[in-house]
């Protein structure tokens, strides 16, 4: 059974850290590219960050310069570094898995969510 669980959200103040923890069990998380999106409410849900297996990375632009996403293949986790927190990034924070069965299918993995409250 595979399961994505992410963990360390929490209530922040502006300008501040989290680091958000995703970790993977049933699958081999290193032949997937890993991603981290947010929902806010109202809104729909956005990508965030995504690495590949190769560790190559790309990012939002609202997120650029401020949040930063690694992966520790041997350990099967994914996080993601939260700095320079703003008000507008409260969330909930999605963990998924993705690899490509053909060109045109996927297979996906989705972790429960962690909440972000970014407020003073």
């Known amino acids: 059974q595979v399961q994505l669980v992410e963990s360390g959200g929490g209530l922040v103040q502006p300008g501040g850290s989290l680091r958000l923890s995703c970790a993977a069990s049933?699958?081999?998380?290193?032949?997937?590219?890993m991603r981290w999106y947010r929902q806010a409410p109202g809104k729909q849900r956005e990508l965030v960050a995504g690495i590949t297996n190769s560790g190559s990375t790309n990012y939002a632009d609202s997120v650029k310069g401020r949040f930063a996403i690694s992966r520790d293949n041997t350990k099967n986790l994914v996080y993601l570094q939260m700095n320079s927190l703003k008000p507008e990034d409260t969330a909930v924070y999605y963990c998924n898995a993705r690899r490509w069965i053909t060109i045109a299918t996927t297979e996906d993995y989705w972790g429960q969510g962690t909440q972000v409250t970014v407020s003073s």
């Open positions: 049933g699958i081999m998380s290193n032949i997937y590219i």
